[in-house]
């Protein structure tokens, strides 16, 4: 569920980070870099979908740009290169991903 167009768990994680306890802080840092069983986080997962608005509000919330799933090494980028998304890739640019990053084969983004 949406509310402005931003989903209702990205509020709660907003709303969290305003907060000075740094207990809920660290919660907020643990769901927004959680990954799944081959190591990708939210910020992969918003980048393979191409949406560039919450790639935006992740990387506002302080998900980790250049973080590496399990699997091939790929970083949020490899996977916003790998399905085209301009947008993707200058919100992700703009929070200073690293294009030489290189995944298990030796390839960049």
Not at 14 to 30: C, P, T
Request: charge should be positive; glycine fraction near 8%.
């Amino acid at each position: 569920h949406q509310v402005d167009g931003v989903p209702r768990s990205l509020r709660l994680v907003f709303h969290v980070r305003g907060i000075r306890n740094e207990r809920a802080r660290d919660a907020v840092d643990l769901v927004l870099n959680a990954t799944n069983s081959v190591g990708e986080t939210p910020l992969h997962l918003a980048s393979i979908r191409g949406r560039s608005e919450c790639v935006r509000l992740l990387l506002q919330g302080g998900a980790t740009v250049n973080a590496q799933d399990r699997d091939k090494r790929w970083s949020p980028l490899h996977c916003c290169a790998r399905e085209g998304s301009l947008e993707t890739f200058r919100v992700l640019m703009e929070y200073r991903a690293d294009p030489n990053l290189r995944d298990l084969t030796g390839s960049t983004s």
